[in-house]
DNA sequence: GAGAACTATATCGAATCGATATAGCGATGC
DNA sequence: GCATCGCTATATCGATTCGATATAGTTCTC
Protein backbone atom coordinates (compact mmCIF):
# COMPACT_ATOMS: atom_id res chain seq x y z
CA UNK A 1 0.00 0.00 0.00
CA UNK A 2 2.46 2.31 1.41
CA UNK A 3 5.09 1.38 -1.25
CA UNK A 4 2.75 2.22 -4.34
CA UNK A 5 1.75 5.47 -2.54
CA UNK A 6 5.55 6.37 -2.24
CA UNK A 7 6.43 5.32 -5.51
CA UNK A 8 3.75 7.13 -7.40
CA UNK A 9 5.02 10.30 -5.82
CA UNK A 10 8.34 9.66 -6.76
CA UNK A 11 7.26 8.83 -10.16
CA UNK A 12 7.29 12.71 -10.17
CA UNK A 13 10.64 13.55 -9.16
CA UNK A 14 13.01 12.93 -6.27
CA UNK A 15 11.71 13.73 -2.63
CA UNK A 16 12.68 13.43 1.03
CA UNK A 17 10.74 11.49 3.53
CA UNK A 18 9.23 14.34 5.53
CA UNK A 19 8.01 16.33 2.34
CA UNK A 20 6.53 12.63 0.66
CA UNK A 21 4.52 12.56 3.99
CA UNK A 22 2.99 16.26 3.70
CA UNK A 23 2.05 15.44 0.01
CA UNK A 24 0.79 12.04 0.92
CA UNK A 25 -1.25 13.73 3.33
CA UNK A 26 -2.23 16.87 0.83
CA UNK A 27 -3.05 14.60 -2.22
CA UNK A 28 -4.81 11.92 -0.89
CA UNK A 29 -6.40 13.46 2.40
CA UNK A 30 -8.11 10.81 4.83
CA UNK A 31 -7.22 8.12 2.62
CA UNK A 32 -3.35 8.61 3.14
CA UNK A 33 -3.05 9.87 6.99
CA UNK A 34 0.16 7.86 7.33
CA UNK A 35 2.77 7.94 10.05
CA UNK A 36 6.63 8.61 9.83
CA UNK A 37 6.63 5.29 11.40
CA UNK A 38 5.49 3.94 8.45
CA UNK A 39 7.41 5.73 6.27
CA UNK A 40 11.06 5.65 7.20
CA UNK A 41 10.71 1.84 7.56
CA UNK A 42 9.12 1.70 3.99
CA UNK A 43 11.21 3.90 2.65
CA UNK A 44 14.29 2.06 3.80
CA UNK A 45 12.65 -1.04 2.62
CA UNK A 46 12.30 0.36 -0.83
CA UNK A 47 16.09 0.87 -0.71
CA UNK A 48 17.30 -2.30 0.14
CA UNK A 49 15.01 -3.50 -2.66
CA UNK A 50 16.50 -1.25 -5.05
CA UNK A 51 13.25 0.57 -6.07
CA UNK A 52 14.68 3.58 -4.99
CA UNK A 53 17.80 5.35 -4.53
CA UNK A 54 19.15 8.42 -2.16
CA UNK A 55 20.47 11.35 -3.91
CA UNK A 56 23.72 11.97 -2.83
CA UNK A 57 25.03 15.38 -4.23
CA UNK A 58 21.79 16.25 -6.01
CA UNK A 59 20.25 20.04 -5.32
CA UNK A 60 16.68 19.32 -3.74
CA UNK A 61 16.14 23.20 -4.16
CA UNK A 62 15.64 22.55 -7.79
CA UNK A 63 13.20 20.42 -6.89
CA UNK A 64 10.32 22.20 -3.98
CA UNK A 65 11.16 25.89 -3.64
CA UNK A 66 7.49 26.99 -3.82
CA UNK A 67 8.23 30.33 -2.36
CA UNK A 68 8.41 29.90 1.66
CA UNK A 69 10.27 27.16 2.25
CA UNK A 70 13.37 28.72 0.79
CA UNK A 71 15.11 29.96 3.37
CA UNK A 72 14.59 26.30 5.27
CA UNK A 73 16.02 24.84 2.14
CA UNK A 74 19.01 27.53 1.84
CA UNK A 75 19.39 26.88 6.06
CA UNK A 76 19.34 22.82 5.51
CA UNK A 77 22.15 23.06 2.54
CA UNK A 78 24.49 25.51 4.29
CA UNK A 79 24.44 23.18 7.27
CA UNK A 80 25.21 20.51 5.45
CA UNK A 81 27.96 22.20 3.91
CA UNK A 82 29.08 23.35 6.84
CA UNK A 83 29.25 20.00 8.69
CA UNK A 84 29.88 17.72 5.78
CA UNK A 85 27.73 13.93 6.53
CA UNK A 86 29.36 13.76 10.17
CA UNK A 87 27.07 13.95 13.00
CA UNK A 88 24.53 16.79 11.18
CA UNK A 89 21.40 15.26 10.45
CA UNK A 90 20.13 16.23 7.25
CA UNK A 91 17.72 15.47 4.35
CA UNK A 92 17.89 12.39 2.71
CA UNK A 93 16.59 12.63 -0.87
CA UNK A 94 15.04 9.77 -2.61
CA UNK A 95 14.92 9.06 -6.21
CA UNK A 96 12.92 5.95 -7.97
CA UNK A 97 15.10 3.85 -10.42
CA UNK A 98 14.77 1.77 -13.11
CA UNK A 99 13.33 -1.34 -11.30
CA UNK A 100 11.22 0.80 -9.20
CA UNK A 101 9.28 2.10 -11.82
CA UNK A 102 8.49 -1.35 -13.11
CA UNK A 103 8.04 -2.46 -9.35
CA UNK A 104 5.33 0.59 -9.35
CA UNK A 105 3.55 -0.99 -12.22
CA UNK A 106 3.22 -4.41 -11.07
CA UNK A 107 1.73 -3.00 -7.37
CA UNK A 108 -0.38 -0.85 -9.99
CA UNK A 109 -2.21 -3.90 -11.68
CA UNK A 110 -1.63 -6.05 -8.72
CA UNK A 111 -6.04 -6.19 -7.84
CA UNK A 112 -5.34 -8.84 -4.57
CA UNK A 113 -5.74 -5.46 -1.88
CA UNK A 114 -9.37 -4.35 -2.76
CA UNK A 115 -10.21 -2.17 0.34
CA UNK A 116 -11.29 1.54 -0.10
CA UNK A 117 -7.58 3.54 0.27
CA UNK A 118 -6.36 1.05 -2.15
CA UNK A 119 -8.53 1.76 -4.61
CA UNK A 120 -8.56 5.59 -4.51
CA UNK A 121 -4.57 5.27 -4.43
CA UNK A 122 -4.55 3.00 -7.82
CA UNK A 123 -7.02 5.51 -9.09
CA UNK A 124 -5.33 8.21 -8.84
CA UNK A 125 -1.88 6.69 -10.14
CA UNK A 126 -4.64 6.03 -13.05
CA UNK A 127 -3.01 7.23 -16.00
CA UNK A 128 0.17 5.00 -15.56
CA UNK A 129 -2.33 2.54 -16.60
CA UNK A 130 -3.15 1.10 -19.56
CA UNK A 131 -6.83 2.04 -20.17
CA UNK A 132 -8.29 -1.45 -20.38
CA UNK A 133 -6.38 -1.91 -16.67
CA UNK A 134 -8.45 1.23 -16.12
CA UNK A 135 -11.55 -0.32 -16.85
CA UNK A 136 -10.85 -3.37 -15.48
CA UNK A 137 -9.98 -1.72 -12.09
CA UNK A 138 -13.08 0.28 -12.19
CA UNK A 139 -15.47 -2.44 -12.40
CA UNK A 140 -14.05 -4.74 -9.85
CA UNK A 141 -14.43 -1.88 -7.55
CA UNK A 142 -18.31 -1.45 -8.99
CA UNK A 143 -18.54 -5.07 -8.42
CA UNK A 144 -17.04 -5.17 -4.69
CA UNK A 145 -19.12 -2.43 -3.55
CA UNK A 146 -22.34 -4.23 -5.26
CA UNK A 147 -21.65 -7.55 -2.99
CA UNK A 148 -20.89 -5.37 -0.08
CA UNK A 149 -24.41 -3.72 -0.10
CA UNK A 150 -26.13 -7.16 -0.07
CA UNK A 151 -24.31 -8.72 2.92
CA UNK A 152 -24.48 -5.74 5.06
CA UNK A 153 -27.64 -5.09 7.73
CA UNK A 154 -29.95 -2.81 6.24
CA UNK A 155 -30.97 0.40 7.89
CA UNK A 156 -34.58 -1.45 8.26
CA UNK A 157 -32.92 -4.26 11.22
CA UNK A 158 -35.09 -4.12 13.96
CA UNK A 159 -31.89 -4.95 16.16
CA UNK A 160 -30.65 -1.57 15.70
CA UNK A 161 -30.81 1.76 17.84
CA UNK A 162 -31.09 4.74 16.36
CA UNK A 163 -27.53 6.01 16.67
CA UNK A 164 -26.39 2.52 14.79
CA UNK A 165 -29.17 2.70 12.66
CA UNK A 166 -28.37 6.78 11.49
CA UNK A 167 -24.28 4.68 10.86
CA UNK A 168 -25.58 1.91 9.07
CA UNK A 169 -28.14 4.32 7.02
CA UNK A 170 -25.64 6.64 6.03
CA UNK A 171 -22.40 4.28 5.61
CA UNK A 172 -24.94 2.69 2.93
CA UNK A 173 -25.53 5.94 1.12
CA UNK A 174 -21.93 6.00 0.96
CA UNK A 175 -21.57 3.16 -0.95
CA UNK A 176 -24.39 4.27 -3.30
CA UNK A 177 -22.41 7.39 -4.08
CA UNK A 178 -19.43 5.36 -4.81
CA UNK A 179 -21.07 3.32 -6.98
CA UNK A 180 -22.88 6.36 -8.74
CA UNK A 181 -19.65 8.06 -9.21
CA UNK A 182 -18.15 4.71 -10.57
CA UNK A 183 -20.58 4.61 -13.24
CA UNK A 184 -19.57 8.12 -14.23
CA UNK A 185 -16.29 7.17 -14.59
CA UNK A 186 -16.43 3.75 -16.41
CA UNK A 187 -18.79 5.57 -18.97
CA UNK A 188 -16.05 8.65 -19.69
CA UNK A 189 -13.29 5.94 -20.06
CA UNK A 190 -15.92 3.87 -22.51
CA UNK A 191 -15.96 7.29 -24.34
CA UNK A 192 -12.17 8.19 -24.18
CA UNK A 193 -11.52 4.22 -25.41
CA UNK A 194 -13.98 4.43 -28.32
CA UNK A 195 -12.84 7.55 -29.11
CA UNK A 196 -9.44 7.04 -29.70
CA UNK A 197 -9.85 3.86 -31.24
CA UNK A 198 -12.80 4.03 -33.19
CA UNK A 199 -13.96 -0.06 -34.01
CA UNK A 200 -15.26 -1.07 -37.64
CA UNK A 201 -19.52 -0.37 -37.64
CA UNK A 202 -20.11 -3.54 -38.37
CA UNK A 203 -19.71 -6.36 -35.84
CA UNK A 204 -15.75 -7.35 -35.95
CA UNK A 205 -15.29 -10.85 -34.91
CA UNK A 206 -13.67 -12.07 -31.89
CA UNK A 207 -11.45 -14.70 -30.78
CA UNK A 208 -12.85 -15.27 -27.34
CA UNK B 1 -10.29 0.29 18.16
CA UNK B 2 -11.54 -3.46 18.34
CA UNK B 3 -11.51 -3.73 22.37
CA UNK B 4 -14.26 -0.99 21.68
CA UNK B 5 -15.98 -2.95 19.04
CA UNK B 6 -15.82 -6.24 20.83
CA UNK B 7 -16.74 -5.16 24.08
CA UNK B 8 -19.41 -3.30 22.44
CA UNK B 9 -21.21 -6.76 20.82
CA UNK B 10 -20.09 -8.38 24.34
CA UNK B 11 -22.98 -6.20 25.93
CA UNK B 12 -25.06 -7.30 24.60
CA UNK B 13 -24.73 -11.25 25.13
CA UNK B 14 -21.79 -13.58 25.32
CA UNK B 15 -20.75 -14.53 21.85
CA UNK B 16 -17.61 -16.52 20.05
CA UNK B 17 -15.04 -15.13 18.07
CA UNK B 18 -16.38 -16.50 14.79
CA UNK B 19 -19.65 -15.31 15.14
CA UNK B 20 -17.98 -11.65 16.51
CA UNK B 21 -16.45 -11.57 13.51
CA UNK B 22 -19.59 -11.97 10.93
CA UNK B 23 -21.37 -9.22 13.01
CA UNK B 24 -18.97 -6.94 13.04
CA UNK B 25 -18.79 -7.15 9.05
CA UNK B 26 -22.34 -6.77 8.70
CA UNK B 27 -23.00 -4.26 11.19
CA UNK B 28 -20.57 -2.26 10.50
CA UNK B 29 -19.51 -3.22 7.11
CA UNK B 30 -16.71 -1.60 5.53
CA UNK B 31 -15.47 0.21 9.15
CA UNK B 32 -15.17 -3.00 10.06
CA UNK B 33 -13.38 -5.82 7.87
CA UNK B 34 -11.58 -7.13 10.50
CA UNK B 35 -9.21 -10.15 10.25
CA UNK B 36 -9.26 -13.62 12.70
CA UNK B 37 -5.57 -12.46 13.24
CA UNK B 38 -6.87 -9.06 15.14
CA UNK B 39 -9.64 -11.19 16.58
CA UNK B 40 -8.49 -14.14 18.55
CA UNK B 41 -5.48 -12.23 19.94
CA UNK B 42 -7.91 -9.62 20.84
CA UNK B 43 -10.01 -11.45 22.58
CA UNK B 44 -7.17 -13.18 24.78
CA UNK B 45 -6.07 -9.69 25.49
CA UNK B 46 -9.45 -8.71 26.49
CA UNK B 47 -9.55 -11.96 29.24
CA UNK B 48 -6.37 -11.58 30.56
CA UNK B 49 -6.98 -8.43 31.78
CA UNK B 50 -10.29 -9.34 32.86
CA UNK B 51 -12.63 -7.50 30.72
CA UNK B 52 -14.00 -10.70 29.66
CA UNK B 53 -14.26 -14.57 30.59
CA UNK B 54 -15.06 -17.60 28.95
CA UNK B 55 -18.42 -19.15 29.36
CA UNK B 56 -17.69 -23.08 30.60
CA UNK B 57 -20.63 -24.79 30.65
CA UNK B 58 -23.14 -22.16 29.32
CA UNK B 59 -25.74 -23.16 26.79
CA UNK B 60 -24.86 -20.29 23.75
CA UNK B 61 -27.85 -21.62 21.71
CA UNK B 62 -30.39 -19.43 24.42
CA UNK B 63 -28.25 -16.45 23.09
CA UNK B 64 -28.18 -16.78 18.89
CA UNK B 65 -30.77 -19.13 17.84
CA UNK B 66 -32.14 -17.16 15.44
CA UNK B 67 -33.31 -20.46 13.13
CA UNK B 68 -30.76 -22.02 11.20
CA UNK B 69 -27.87 -22.34 12.89
CA UNK B 70 -29.65 -24.31 14.99
CA UNK B 71 -28.39 -27.78 13.90
CA UNK B 72 -24.81 -26.50 14.27
CA UNK B 73 -25.47 -25.39 17.60
CA UNK B 74 -26.53 -28.74 18.40
CA UNK B 75 -24.21 -30.46 16.84
CA UNK B 76 -21.35 -28.70 18.70
CA UNK B 77 -22.84 -29.57 21.93
CA UNK B 78 -23.51 -32.78 21.49
CA UNK B 79 -19.78 -32.74 19.97
CA UNK B 80 -18.59 -30.80 23.28
CA UNK B 81 -20.52 -33.65 25.55
CA UNK B 82 -19.16 -36.42 23.89
CA UNK B 83 -15.51 -35.21 23.82
CA UNK B 84 -15.42 -33.42 27.00
CA UNK B 85 -12.61 -30.74 26.80
CA UNK B 86 -9.99 -33.37 25.31
CA UNK B 87 -8.53 -32.63 22.37
CA UNK B 88 -11.58 -31.44 20.61
CA UNK B 89 -11.92 -27.83 19.36
CA UNK B 90 -15.29 -26.39 19.98
CA UNK B 91 -16.79 -23.01 20.54
CA UNK B 92 -15.27 -20.14 22.78
CA UNK B 93 -17.70 -18.29 24.16
CA UNK B 94 -17.13 -15.20 26.01
CA UNK B 95 -18.88 -12.76 28.45
CA UNK B 96 -18.10 -9.20 29.24
CA UNK B 97 -17.22 -9.05 32.87
CA UNK B 98 -18.08 -5.90 35.12
CA UNK B 99 -14.09 -4.70 34.55
CA UNK B 100 -15.11 -5.00 30.93
CA UNK B 101 -18.12 -2.86 30.90
CA UNK B 102 -16.05 -0.36 32.89
CA UNK B 103 -13.32 -0.15 30.32
CA UNK B 104 -15.87 -0.70 27.42
CA UNK B 105 -16.88 2.96 28.83
CA UNK B 106 -13.97 4.25 29.33
CA UNK B 107 -12.94 3.62 26.02
CA UNK B 108 -15.94 4.91 24.28
CA UNK B 109 -15.20 8.38 26.30
CA UNK B 110 -11.74 8.02 25.34
CA UNK B 111 -11.16 10.81 22.49
CA UNK B 112 -7.88 9.98 21.05
CA UNK B 113 -8.53 8.34 18.53
CA UNK B 114 -9.97 10.10 15.83
CA UNK B 115 -10.01 8.21 12.26
CA UNK B 116 -12.97 7.53 10.40
CA UNK B 117 -13.91 4.34 11.67
CA UNK B 118 -13.37 4.77 15.66
CA UNK B 119 -15.93 7.65 15.16
CA UNK B 120 -18.53 5.73 13.33
CA UNK B 121 -17.90 2.45 16.06
CA UNK B 122 -18.14 5.08 18.81
CA UNK B 123 -21.50 6.54 17.41
CA UNK B 124 -22.58 3.45 16.84
CA UNK B 125 -22.35 3.00 20.70
CA UNK B 126 -23.84 5.87 21.58
CA UNK B 127 -26.64 5.16 23.56
CA UNK B 128 -24.58 3.83 25.90
CA UNK B 129 -23.06 7.84 26.65
CA UNK B 130 -24.53 10.25 28.20
CA UNK B 131 -26.29 12.74 26.20
CA UNK B 132 -23.18 15.93 26.13
CA UNK B 133 -20.64 13.18 25.33
CA UNK B 134 -22.87 12.44 22.50
CA UNK B 135 -22.98 15.96 21.75
CA UNK B 136 -19.09 16.32 22.38
CA UNK B 137 -18.77 13.70 20.00
CA UNK B 138 -20.75 14.89 17.18
CA UNK B 139 -19.38 18.29 17.37
CA UNK B 140 -15.46 17.20 17.44
CA UNK B 141 -15.98 14.94 14.83
CA UNK B 142 -17.45 17.72 12.59
CA UNK B 143 -14.43 20.08 13.49
CA UNK B 144 -12.05 17.60 12.01
CA UNK B 145 -13.90 17.49 8.79
CA UNK B 146 -13.87 20.96 8.48
CA UNK B 147 -10.76 20.90 9.51
CA UNK B 148 -9.26 18.47 6.67
CA UNK B 149 -11.04 20.43 4.45
CA UNK B 150 -8.99 23.49 4.66
CA UNK B 151 -5.63 21.01 4.61
CA UNK B 152 -6.46 19.21 1.52
CA UNK B 153 -5.63 19.70 -2.08
CA UNK B 154 -8.85 20.89 -3.83
CA UNK B 155 -9.68 20.12 -7.17
CA UNK B 156 -9.13 23.24 -8.74
CA UNK B 157 -4.66 22.16 -8.05
CA UNK B 158 -3.72 22.58 -11.66
CA UNK B 159 -0.68 19.94 -11.04
CA UNK B 160 -3.44 17.01 -10.69
CA UNK B 161 -4.36 15.09 -14.05
CA UNK B 162 -7.93 14.17 -14.21
CA UNK B 163 -7.89 10.68 -12.40
CA UNK B 164 -6.36 12.46 -9.52
CA UNK B 165 -8.86 14.85 -9.89
CA UNK B 166 -11.66 12.99 -9.29
CA UNK B 167 -10.38 11.29 -6.53
CA UNK B 168 -10.02 14.57 -4.69
CA UNK B 169 -13.55 16.12 -5.87
CA UNK B 170 -15.10 12.20 -4.68
CA UNK B 171 -13.65 12.56 -1.63
CA UNK B 172 -14.07 16.38 -0.79
CA UNK B 173 -17.42 15.65 -1.74
CA UNK B 174 -18.04 12.33 0.92
CA UNK B 175 -16.38 15.06 3.45
CA UNK B 176 -19.21 17.69 2.72
CA UNK B 177 -21.82 15.06 2.80
CA UNK B 178 -20.47 13.74 6.26
CA UNK B 179 -20.60 17.17 7.55
CA UNK B 180 -23.89 17.71 6.74
CA UNK B 181 -24.95 14.15 7.85
CA UNK B 182 -23.34 15.71 11.11
CA UNK B 183 -25.21 18.85 11.49
CA UNK B 184 -28.44 16.92 11.42
CA UNK B 185 -27.60 14.39 13.88
CA UNK B 186 -26.40 17.53 16.14
CA UNK B 187 -29.78 18.69 15.16
CA UNK B 188 -31.51 15.67 16.79
CA UNK B 189 -29.09 15.24 19.62
CA UNK B 190 -30.19 19.19 20.51
CA UNK B 191 -33.70 18.83 20.11
CA UNK B 192 -33.63 15.61 22.42
CA UNK B 193 -31.64 17.09 25.29
CA UNK B 194 -34.32 20.09 25.23
CA UNK B 195 -37.52 18.06 25.47
CA UNK B 196 -36.18 15.73 27.55
CA UNK B 197 -34.96 19.06 30.29
CA UNK B 198 -36.78 21.60 28.93
CA UNK B 199 -35.37 24.90 30.83
CA UNK B 200 -37.37 27.40 32.25
CA UNK B 201 -38.71 30.02 29.30
CA UNK B 202 -37.03 32.73 31.32
CA UNK B 203 -33.31 33.22 31.04
CA UNK B 204 -31.57 30.89 33.40
CA UNK B 205 -28.53 31.64 35.57
CA UNK B 206 -25.42 30.05 34.84
CA UNK B 207 -22.53 29.05 36.79
CA UNK B 208 -20.07 29.30 33.54
C1' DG C 1 -18.29 -42.54 1.16
C1' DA C 2 -15.44 -39.08 -1.15
C1' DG C 3 -14.97 -34.49 -1.57
C1' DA C 4 -16.54 -29.70 -1.26
C1' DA C 5 -18.12 -26.05 1.64
C1' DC C 6 -18.80 -24.14 6.01
C1' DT C 7 -17.80 -23.37 10.98
C1' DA C 8 -14.26 -22.51 14.28
C1' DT C 9 -9.83 -21.42 16.60
C1' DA C 10 -5.01 -20.44 16.38
C1' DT C 11 -0.47 -18.76 14.98
C1' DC C 12 3.20 -16.52 12.16
C1' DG C 13 5.71 -12.79 9.89
C1' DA C 14 5.20 -8.40 8.04
C1' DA C 15 3.07 -3.84 7.79
C1' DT C 16 1.44 -0.07 10.21
C1' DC C 17 0.43 2.97 14.06
C1' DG C 18 1.24 6.19 17.76
C1' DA C 19 4.45 7.86 20.82
C1' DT C 20 8.80 9.36 21.70
C1' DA C 21 13.80 10.82 21.05
C1' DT C 22 16.96 13.63 18.81
C1' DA C 23 18.60 17.75 16.61
C1' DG C 24 19.11 22.15 13.82
C1' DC C 25 16.98 26.34 12.72
C1' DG C 26 14.06 30.79 12.81
C1' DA C 27 11.15 33.71 15.22
C1' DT C 28 9.23 35.60 19.37
C1' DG C 29 9.75 37.98 23.44
C1' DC C 30 11.46 40.09 27.55
C1' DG D 1 21.65 38.38 24.64
C1' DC D 2 19.45 34.20 25.49
C1' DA D 3 15.42 31.31 26.64
C1' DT D 4 11.98 29.02 24.69
C1' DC D 5 8.55 27.90 21.20
C1' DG D 6 7.51 25.97 16.84
C1' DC D 7 8.90 23.96 12.53
C1' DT D 8 11.65 20.78 9.71
C1' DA D 9 13.68 16.30 9.58
C1' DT D 10 14.98 11.43 10.56
C1' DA D 11 14.76 7.44 13.38
C1' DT D 12 13.24 3.81 16.56
C1' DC D 13 10.23 1.20 19.83
C1' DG D 14 6.35 -1.59 21.39
C1' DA D 15 1.75 -2.71 20.31
C1' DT D 16 -1.76 -3.53 17.05
C1' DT D 17 -3.48 -5.19 12.89
C1' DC D 18 -3.30 -7.66 8.56
C1' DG D 19 -3.13 -11.52 5.42
C1' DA D 20 -1.91 -16.05 4.85
C1' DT D 21 -1.87 -20.47 6.46
C1' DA D 22 -2.68 -24.66 9.49
C1' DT D 23 -5.83 -27.59 11.67
C1' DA D 24 -10.05 -29.92 12.50
C1' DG D 25 -14.88 -31.10 12.95
C1' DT D 26 -19.61 -30.85 10.54
C1' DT D 27 -22.84 -30.82 6.89
C1' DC D 28 -24.18 -31.08 2.24
C1' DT D 29 -23.89 -33.11 -2.33
C1' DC D 30 -23.23 -36.32 -5.80
Not at 55 to 60: I, L
Not at 151 to 165: F, G, M, N, S
Amino acid sequence: MLDLALLGLLEEGPEHGYELRKRLRTQFGLLANVSFGSIYPALSRLETNGSVETVEGGSPVALAPPTGSLSGEWAAMRARRRAGTRGRRSRKVYRITTAGREFFLTLLSDSTADDARSFSLRLAFARHMPPEARLALLERRRAQLVQHLTEVVTADDPELDIYARSVAEHTAEGVEQDIAWLDRLIKAERAATDASAPPNRRKTRRSA
